[in-house]
Structures are given as structure tokens and as C-alpha cells.
């Protein structure tokens, strides 16, 4: 059906809630848009950097086909795709002036403008200049008009109907984009420009699109009071008074009351909802098992139909349920489920509580599982319970008929923790034996995981005291006799899995540049001294014993040593995913909470253990510094006073705009504030134990000189040349400039910083040059093999 607003005539003498805003600031789809834009301007770009010289000939090829087209039907190929061209936007622009649109329109004309710079950049950046000029040479043998719709052009209408879209009507829509399509054909059929850059004109039209409505806000598809009083009335509804309740995610609920008293509730769901479900449900169908996406319907329509087939069947069996009304659309693509309320309220933990509407619980459950039917939602936000303590089940919208039993086990381990939560596992696990029997209560154990769990049930998990899932499932092997078995495979691939995957690729990024010297290097080594090698090795492997004595100092609990030690070595290849060993920092940390180190504290011993190593860092700079000056710094200078009190200057200029502006006050400085507060609370608890302040400090100093000494011995395998205090110097001065380095593990920016202290202290090039990358291979990179083998080793026995 298709319904309009009412007049408002028609709404007097009805109680309306507040009109929402007619903009909205953010949309979901707009960031599908911009994601899909992206990738495609990606796509373009790669293959027109790694394939040239096919697409070249496959251009050249379409070049000389069309050539050979008979003139009056390249001449109307041509004529038709340059109507169509100035037909889109021309049309977007009139009907939304028509409809008073003007600052729509206004953005429209600033939108193809900044779309037609974009892409002449981008084509700057992509096309192949040779190729250009053939179809430049092709054109004017052709007599063909240089106004044929360039990319430029298109990027442009793309741009222009990616804009105009959302404030347009479902048929203005579908004709504009219908006329982009067939653009689209003609520009591939007519080729008297390069037709590669296509691909680039579209994705550059969409980012340019998408960015636009994302600066500056879409129309928002939800209803006015108005329209939705209209749907109403048009199905039969004479409503005395409508108040709204949003539930969050694009559903919106409405409570109707009759002019005869009668009750009603709304349940409304709108494309901006649609939109939002993309990209989580793109993410759960990379991650999970296909079982575990749930079905996408084709319209919203057909998913509201779906919930009321639901609630009809559910009747038939005796569940109690909402009874279904009405089902109704509106003209801008919402649907809605007309539902007469259940006589009670929203249940809570205490009503769990009550032997008797845990019992009614699973017998209305187990009358939906009996009559083929599945929740697949049964968190305690679906329950409510009346007066006389009747459970009623609502929120039908993932249900599912004929489920396998993976469903209706799902089902059954939702209820088990929803009520455990409260009663405790052996209590739950009883009532659900005295209703459904052990024999339908055991196929839950294979689903008491938090993966199987509705999102608002797996968080009160996460919140509870105790392993909740572990006491349930022991809880259920007693009282059903079921043995131990695996837990349901819901996951596709593991985030873990993900996460080795693309910090192994970032490392083989990351050694692509290091290749380049590789040969010096293997000339070098063919001179190298390899005790001293191997002494600097060995150093190195010293080195994490350091830093698992200096990390259990900054843990005020007790943490087992090798555990310890496997997290240091892990860390080597964790710290690639950031620079300054933010990748480490973050590896610590989850290795505390699995121990059972609260969050908070957690978070604490890592910033206690950065800057406990920090100091001795600053610490041993500063004296091997003027260790160094005492001995000559040969062409070492210190930064002039004048640039420190400048580079001062900004960074404090940095901070207090950051304290001036609300937004980066309460997003940055608040959080970093918070940090540091817990931080110095930490660092206190430290001090109060002398032996954890001797560990933190000494084995972070321990770190450094090892450190340093595998420097020296690097230095020595190649012949030396500079003094001890200078290779520490030159060392520590390098560190301390990777630290701000924006690549992981400081990968370039040590080195290059390294090799210009070797030189400015006298260290000849070729001996800097080896003993720096010499250094790196023993410190850095050969740790990434054991620091692999360590994370895999800690995540697969769930020390991570």
C-alpha cells in the first residue's frame, strides 16, 4: 500500500510525539557507499599500476573497433551518451529546485565540481599518457566532438545522483541510477577515450558522493507523526494518541491507543535500519558460519512478514505471544507490524527467580520448539511476564521454522545462563530438566559458549563473577549424563587466525625495504667476524629475560615466569602491528587480564612498565651522551637550545588547543587523563614493595645495556672503529627517535638514525651500514620466528 501524511487538519485532536529531525548527520549507508567507492578506486588504481601494458593493448583493441563502426551509428552511439550525460544531473537539479530543495541544490553544483577535480588528479596519477594520446589522435581521426562524456564526467554524474538520491523518491531514484547504467554501456560501447579509467571514474564519484552526505547530513527515512497516522488510518486504525520508543538500531516503536481505549503496538522498521546491517553482516559472513548470519530478506516488507508468520504459528501452538493485527509500508520504503500488546511487563531477574515462571518459561518454549519453531533471540529483553507470573515471548524477528538442532539447542543454552545468571547453574539446569526432560536439555552443552548467546546475554556473561559457562557445563553433564563433547563450530576464521595473518604480511611489507641492502650485507658477513655475531645474538636472546624480570615488577600480583617470558618473546612479533611497541603493549596487557588481572590494572602495570623503561632509557642516553663528549663526539652535535624551547613551544601550543576544543577535550584528553591517573595510582602500589621497584628498574635497565652491548659486538664483527660510549650514544639517540616513528617497530627510522651516528662519531660508511643491519637482524628480525611460535603456542592454550 502507499500512504501519504495527513493534513493537518486531519491530526487535530490527536495526541502526536515529537516530529523527529529531518536530517540525519550520519547514515550508515553512506559509509557502505564510501567503503564501496574506496575499494573500487583502489581496485582501478592497482590494476592500472601492475597491468599496463595489457590494458594498453585491450584498450587499443576496443579503440580500433570501434573506429571501425559505421559512422552514422558511432555518430548516434556518441549523441545518445551525451544526451544522457546532461540529462542525469540537469534532471537531479530541476526536481529538487521543483521541491524547493535549494540548499540540496546549491551542494549538487559543489559536489560535480569537486568530483570533476578529484578525477582529474586521479587520472593525473593513473592513466597512461601514451595511451592517452592515441585516443586523443584516434578522436581527431574520427572527427569525433571532444564534449563525448569524458571520466571526468562521469565521476561527476555519479557524484551528483549519489547526492541527490536520498532526497528523492523511490522512482526519481531508480530512473537516475537506470540512466547512470546505461552511461555506463555507451561509454564502454563508444570508445574514443580510454575506457579503463571507468572503473577509477565510478569509485572516485561515489567516495566524493558518500563524503559529501557524510559532511553534511541526509534525509532521514524515519516517519513524521503525521505519515505514520496516515498508515494507520489507511489500514483501518483510528488512533486517539501515538507515542514513539526507539529500540535502537533503525526499529522503531510505536504505542497506539484507539479512540474506543484499545491498545495497540507498532513495530516499524525503516531502510536506514537495512543499511546499518550491512557491513555487521558482511563482518559475520567473513567470520561465522553461514548458519550463523541469519537470512536477508529482499525488502523490509518481507522481513516483517516473516515475524508475523511467526507469531501466527506461535499462536497455533498455544505460545503465548503478541497476537498480529495489521502489516503495512509506507511510501518511503518503511514497513511496520500492527500487534495487540501482551497484559504484561517486561520481565527482570527477580521474576527468574520464582520457581514458577521459570518453570512456565521453558514450558512455553518447549511448546514453540514442539511446534517446529525456533527464538534464536531468547535474552531476557524478549521476556515479559504478567500478573498472574504468565511468561509471554516477544521479539520474534530472528525466529526460524523448521530449525535444526542447533537452533533449538541455541534456544536452550540461552536459557540456561539467562537463569543461571540468577538462580546459579545447578538450580537452572534442574528446572529445565523437570520440564523438558534431560534427554532435550543435553544437546545444549554443544551451545554454552558466548559465541552461541544473544549480544545483551553474552555481556551480563562477560559482567558475571565466575566462569558462568564452565559451572553450567558441569552442571549439565551431571544432571543429563551427557559426556564431555566439543563445543559447536561456529566461527569460520578466528580473529586470531586474521590477526597472524595480517601482521605476517605487514612484516613481509615492512622486509621488502630491508631487501634492498641485503647484498651488502651478505658481502659483509663474508668478513664478519661470527663470534662476535653470535655474542650479539646472544645478547639479544638475554635481553627478554630483562624484560620479563622488569615486567613482573610493574605487576603487583604474582605472575607465573615462563608464561611471563612467552609474552616478552610473543611481544617481538606483536609490536610489528604498531609503532612504539604498541602491538607489545597491547599483548601484555591481554596476557594480565587472562591471568585475571582486572582491566584497569592491567592497563596500569603496562604504562608502569613503559615508563619504567622510559627513565632508564632517558637515563642512560643522557650518560652515555656525555660519556661520549668526555671521550669526543667527533661530528655528533646536540640539537640547539633554540630549536628544543620551539619544538616545546608547539607541543604545548598542541595541548592547549586540545584542552580548548569540547571534542578533542572529552575524546583525547579525558581518556589520557584517566590513563595517566591510573597509571600514577599503579606506579604507587609499585613503590610500596622494594623488590618489584629492583625488578622494574633493573630489569629494564638490563634491557638497555644488552642492548648495547649487542651493538658493540656488531660493531667489532665488522673491525670497530668508535668507542663503547659512543656506540651506546649513537644507539640510544637512535632509539629515541624510532620511538616516534609512524612504522612498525621503528623499521627505518632506527636505522637510517643509527648509521648517521656511526658516521658523525668517524665509523667508516660500509662498517656503519653492516653493523646496523647486522644489529637489526639479530634484534629484530630473527626474534620474529620464536615470537611467532610463542603467540601461537599462548593463543592456542588460551594464555591470550
Known sequence: MTTTAAPPDQAAGVELFDPPPGRRSFAAGDLVRLVSGLALVGAGALVAEVAQATIEGVEEDLAGAFARLPGQLEAAVLTIAQVVTSFVPLVALVVL?????????????????????????????????????????LRTENDVTAAYPTSTVIASTVAVVTVAAPWLSRRWRQTLWYSVGVLVVLRLIAVANPAFDLVLALGVG????????????????????????????????DPHRIDREDLGGGALRYDVVDHDGAHYDVLLRTPTERDADLLPRLYRRLRYRSSEVGTRYSTLKRRIEHEALILVLAHQAQVRAPRVVRIGTTDRGSAYLVTAPAPSAPAGPDDLARPEVLEDLWTQVGALHDAGLAHRRLALEALRVDEDGKVWLEDFDAAQTAPPVTEVARDAAALLVESALVVGA????????????????????????????PPRTRARVKDHEGDLLDALQHAVNEATGEPDIELEHLERIKPKTVAITAVSALAF?????????????????????????????AASAVSYLFAAVSFQGAVTDDIPFAPNLRAQVAGSFAGLVGPAGAGGFALNARFLQRLGVSTTDAGGSVAVNAVGGFAVHLLFLVGFVVWAGSTGTGGLSLPDTQIVLLVVGVLVVIVGVLVAVPPARRKLVAPALATLKDGLAQIGRTFQNPGRVIALFGGSAGITLTYVVAVACCVEAFGGGISVPQIGAAYLVAVAVATVAPTPGGIGAIESAMIAGFTAFGLADGVAVSSTLTFRLATFWLPLLPGWLALGWMQRNDEL
Open 97 to 137: 529546485l521543483v521541491r524547493r530543495r535549494w540548499r540540496v541544490a546549491a551542494l549538487l553544483v559543489l559536489t560535480g565540481g569537486v568530483a570533476t577535480l578529484a578525477m582529474v588528479l586521479a587520472d593525473g596519477v593513473v592513466i597512461n599518457r601514451a595511451l592517452a594520446q592515441a585516443f586523443a589522435d
Open 206 to 237: 561515489t567516495v566524493v558522493g558518500s563524503l559529501v552526505l557524510v559532511l553534511f547530513g541526509s534525509p532521514s527515512a524515519e516517519p513524521q507523526p503525521e505519515e505514520v497516522l496516515a498508515a494507520l488510518r489507511a489500514d483501518g486504525l
Open 426 to 453: 545447578d538450580d537452572a539446569v534442574a528446572a529445565a530438566v523437570r520440564v523438558r526432560g534431560a534427554e532435550r536439555v543435553a544437546p545444549a552443552l554443544r551451545m554454552l559458549q558466548p559465541l552461541a548467546l
Open 509 to 537: 611489507y615492512s622486509l621488502l625495504p630491508q631487501l634492498a641492502d641485503f647484498d651488502k650485507t651478505a658481502r659483509a658477513f663474508g668478513d664478519a667476524k661470527p663470534l662476535w655475531i653470535l655474542a650479539a645474538v
